[in-house]
């Protein structure tokens, strides 16, 4: 059972513009909601995280949006550069299951120059 | 920057042979996840441990894998025998107590042939 499901499955997004990513999820039990970058041949990379308590979360260019009723988050790249090309996952656990990630399926982002 | 580290970072060997990768988490994250990603897919749990002891091993294939982590430090994980479906990336994370973020290792790439 696919709990999280992400799209796009691949974006193209040109430089200085923004980059779009949204995932749900089913159980309603998650209370943690990471997103990870990943570079070919390379583990992921934690780049900014909510709780369900907030609706947003901001880190330099780097903006989560949380939607808890509609069990919705996403993730936005602004001013989008070419070295930001990589495979982002969003994912999600809660701290009953000891905190195990359940992944999406993980987007492939180009930023052409 | 406290890193998790892993070895080998690539792997080939033969189908029916025997395996081994080693773990070693953030120092004095007592929560260690091991997680398979397929190529093109999001990472999924193997096993997790807490401090030394197993507490999720529910999607392991027992049978072929098995997972230690003796000293509560660091862990090996073995596949035995090996088949061409265990072609993957096997990427080890730790977590600290009282935190929800995990950080990930540069991952053992294991190629079946």
């Known amino acids: 059972q696919q709990q999280v499901k992400q799209s796009p499955q691949s974006l193209i997004v040109q430089k200085g513009g923004i980059s779009i990513i949204n995932c749900a999820y089913e159980n309603t039990a998650f209370d943690y909601f990471p997103w990870y970058q990943q570079f070919p041949g390379k583990g992921p990379a934690l780049l900014i995280a909510i709780r369900p308590d907030v609706s947003e979360k901001k880190e330099g260019r780097f903006t989560i949006s949380f939607n808890k009723s509609a069990k919705q988050f996403s993730l936005h790249i602004m001013d989008s550069q070419p070295g930001d090309s990589a495979t982002y996952f969003c994912?999600?656990?809660?701290?009953?299951?000891?905190?195990?990630?359940?992944f999406g399926e993980g987007t492939q982002l180009t930023v052409n120059p | 920057e406290a890193e998790v580290a892993q070895s080998p970072r690539y792997k080939i060997t033969e189908k029916s042979q025997a395996v081994a990768f080693w773990c070693d988490p953030i120092s004095g994250h007592a929560t260690l996840y091991w997680y398979r990603q397929i190529l093109g897919q999001g990472p999924e749990l193997l096993v997790q441990f807490q401090d030394e002891s197993v507490v999720d091993d529910s999607q392991l294939p027992k049978d072929r894998f098995s997972a230690e982590r003796l000293k509560g430090v660091d862990s090996t994980l073995k596949i035995q025998p090996a088949e061409l479906g265990d072609s993957a990336m096997y990427l080890c994370?730790?977590?600290?107590?009282?935190?929800?973020?995990?950080?990930f290792g540069p991952g053992t790439r294991l190629t079946v042939t």
């Open positions: 994370a730790s977590r600290g107590q009282g935190s929800y973020e995990q950080y």
């Open positions: 994912a999600a656990s809660k701290e009953t299951s000891g905190s195990r990630l359940t």
